[in-house]
């Protein structure tokens, strides 16, 4: 087959889809005070994989695979940090009630995970601002707040840190994959 530049543009048809045309809703079960913020401080985030895991049954001695069970791998997003430190914080405080700090501690009212766990979106946008796709994570919760770089050589920079979650399972309700 000759390389033709016209078959890949014909197959990209509405011009590739965006990475950068993208939005994070969170609601945080510790505070709600930064869940508006969260849409525009979140700069970077991504559609975690998901992997079927094989169980190998052997027949003398060759195996054959079958389908196990779907694993989703953590979540993870680059938030900016303002000098509120509101998502900061927010964060912070969501991590501080699964276990507090120095007393090792649930601080929600009860154990129960859906006291800890929430849900957040990824909605990804078309150029012309249409929604086109939304993921939705369920039973999140913040496993590691990522540094703050400090330094007297960035001064015309904005702080920025990673959060990671861990997360039961993702969906995309508008293909029915719920």
């Known amino acids: ?11 990209l048809a509405l011009g590739g889809a965006r990475p950068s045309l993208f939005q ?7 505070t709600t005070e930064a869940d508006s913020v ?4 979140v700069k970077a ?9 094989p169980i190998e049954v052997f027949y003398f001695g060759r195996p054959i695979k079958l389908a196990g069970q779907r694993i989703f ?15 900061r914080k927010a964060l912070e405080t969501w991590s501080y009630n699964i276990n507090s ?16 766990k929430a849900r957040a979106e ?14 939705v994570f369920e039973g999140i919760f913040p496993l590691a707040i990522g540094p703050i770089e400090l330094s007297w050589e960035n ?6 840190f990673q959060c990671e979650f861990a997360l039961d399972y993702w969906t995309v309700p508008a293909d029915g994959q719920e």
């Open 1 to 11: 087959m000759a390389f033709n530049i016209n078959e890949i543009k014909s197959q």
């Open 24 to 30: 994070v809703r969170l609601s945080n079960p510790a």
């Open 38 to 41: 969260v849409p525009f401080m």
């Open 45 to 53: 985030a991504q559609i975690p994989a998901s992997t079927v895991s």
């Open 73 to 87: 791998d953590n979540w993870t997003v680059t938030v900016i940090n303002d000098e509120d430190f509101k998502v």
């Open 101 to 116: 700090y120095s007393g090792n501690i649930n601080e929600f009212p009860t154990t129960a995970p859906a006291e800890y």
């Open 122 to 135: 990824v909605i990804q946008f078309s150029k012309t601002g249409e929604e086109l796709r939304t993921y």
């Open 155 to 160: 001064g015309n920079a904005i702080e920025e």
